[in-house]
């Protein structure tokens, strides 16, 4: 008998590649690929694990399939992705309706799964995050005339508040001539856009050649036959070269775009969130890439929120902002009979387990409020404007972020009170939330607003991740002091990873300082 397979793939334009990668092989493997659930022996659920918005629609959604099995209407229920590799055992032992939960690094074993566990076994699997194929086949799930093609993996950036290097491994690009082929045979299936894509886009080939070879991938890219759009996404903003800016505006085929998460523009903030650059070093960036290429369309994400940060910080996001439209007006070349608008979107900070900020309490919402409306009175021009994330919405993500065995039964009850899609704003109820932890005796200040002592006892902390506490710990020391870590490819910061690769066997590449060399 056939198999009929459904995927429901959420989070970011990575995790639909490697969803792509995984329908490809089932097909392969002789499995049908059904589109209506309702249809289904088996369906997949391919998580994002990143923010808590994503997190929970990736719960949500886990839940409903796992209900759809309940009611015989499925054989198996497979999760994969992010929210798998990052909880792990824990998943499978929360989830017990899940029949099959795999790391990323156990893709490849995503047939013999399901196979398995359409005939009653449950299987579960975790590779080494390194073991994640950035090759073969893809079955596009999008229109078919574009498609994300990834070029590298993972991260070395190490920003305090970001769990993805945690999550995907090291950076690790893929060889330019399979970039090439794989674009290549996208253009002979009808793909004439194709959007290049990585955790951080501009370190692309530091691995392999020793430096970026981003601006040579885009000119290999751009001469395809077929190829008519070649777009680029995730710039991390000091890898944003003179030769990247000259290449995008040199070809006919690049996108005039950059997306660039400066993340905020005071400067001592991002010093704090381990990262470089300023106010004056990202306006110097805008400034390079106006002068040569006027039309462009920028995009930014910015934090708001976090443990260090003061009002003259808010403001200097309207600042620069500002000096961003003024910029655009003082260029000579700025296209004729056109206007500019700068559009702020600013996030709350939610503190998340496994960084070094899981000790650090979140605002309040009155902070939050305040802060918005700071925000909101410092604009002075109409070609700014601002939204931003809704406070309920971030304090009950940063609940979820640190949570721990006892809300099992709050998830449950706002489950059963109706909750759905509840990472979506416009089908939020904090309401609801609420009042299933008053029901369960639980404080929302005891998760979100309250600071962590070093020596306290973590809900995660029995999770092995290789890094080690008292790794997390130092950097929160260093980001009190306004220090910043190298970036690993840099220098071994020690973070414990190493030690714990070394008592594997797993020996070095060569391409890093670390201590295992």
Not at 243 to 265: M, S
Not at 365 to 376: G, I, R, S
Not at 481 to 491: A, G, I, V, W
Request: hydrophobic share 35%; glycine share 6%.
């Amino acid at each position: 008998m056939t198999i009929k397979v459904g995927m429901i793939s959420l989070g970011c334009s990575k995790n639909q590649v490697d969803a792509e990668r995984l329908l490809a092989k089932l097909a392969k493997e002789g499995f049908a690929i059904c589109n209506d659930m309702t249809e289904c022996d088996a369906v997949i659920v391919n998580t994002c694990g990143f923010i808590e918005d994503a997190k929970k629609e990736s719960i949500d959604t886990i839940l409903e399939c796992c209900a759809a099995k309940g009611e015989g209407n499925l054989k198996c229920v497979a999760v994969t992705g992010c929210l798998a590799e990052r909880y792990r055992e824990e998943l499978a032992r929360e989830i017990p309706e899940a029949d099959v939960v795999l790391g990323i690094g156990s893709n490849g074993k995503i047939a013999e799964a399901i196979t398995k566990a359409v005939k009653g076994e449950h299987f579960t699997d975790y590779g080494e995050k390194e073991s994640l194929s950035m090759e073969g086949e893809r079955m596009l799930a999008n229109e078919p005339w574009f498609a994300y093609v990834k070029v590298a993996e993972g991260c070395d950036n190490r920003c305090s508040y970001c769990a993805i290097p945690l999550i995907r491994g090291r950076f690790r690009s893929r060889p330019m001539e399979n970039v090439v082929e794989e674009c290549k045979a996208l253009a002979a299936r009808g793909v004439t856009e194709i959007n290049l894509v990585a955790q951080d886009t501009t370190r692309y080939g530091e691995d392999l050649y020793g430096e970026s070879r981003l601006p040579e991938l885009i000119d290999a890219v751009c001469e395809i036959d077929g190829v008519h759009w070649v777009r680029v996404l995730y710039c991390y903003p000091d890898r944003v070269t003179d030769r990247l800016i000259e290449t995008i505006a040199r070809q006919p085929k690049a996108v005039h775009y950059f997306d660039i998460p400066v993340q905020h523009a005071s400067g001592h903030v991002l010093r704090d969130m381990n990262r470089r650059g300023d106010k004056e070093s990202i306006l110097e960036i805008c400034r390079r890439i106006r002068e040569k290429i006027p039309d462009v369309v920028l995009r930014t994400t910015l934090i708001a929120g976090f443990p260090t940060e003061t009002e003259e910080d808010i403001k200097a996001i309207i600042e620069l902002a500002q000096k961003v439209v003024d910029l655009f007006y003082r260029l000579p070349n700025k296209p004729k009979g056109k206007g500019v608008t700068v559009n702020i979107s600013v996030a709350c900070f939610v503190p998340k387990p496994f960084t070094p900020f899981q000790f650090e309490p979140q605002d309040a919402p009155e902070q939050f409020v305040a802060k918005q409306k700071l925000l909101l009175e410092t604009v002075s021009s109409r070609k700014i404007s601002i939204s931003y994330h809704d406070s309920g919405t971030s304090r009950i993500e940063a609940i979820l972020a640190r949570g721990d065995r006892r809300l099992a039964d709050v998830v449950e009850a706002v489950w059963r009170d109706g909750g759905r899609l509840e990472g979506w704003e416009d089908h939020f109820n904090p309401a609801r939330w609420y009042d299933a932890m008053e029901k369960a005796g639980l404080s929302p200040d005891f998760y979100a607003t309250r600071k962590r002592e070093y020596d306290e006892l973590m809900p995660w902390d029995h999770l092995d991740y290789f890094v080690s506490k008292e790794f997390l710990i130092r950097e929160n020391r260093l980001t009190h002091e306004s220090k910043t870590t190298p970036n690993c490819r840099e220098r071994c910061s020690g973070c414990g990873v190493n030690k714990e690769l070394k008592e594997k066997g797993v020996t070095c590449s060569g391409n890093c300082p670390c201590v295992l060399r």
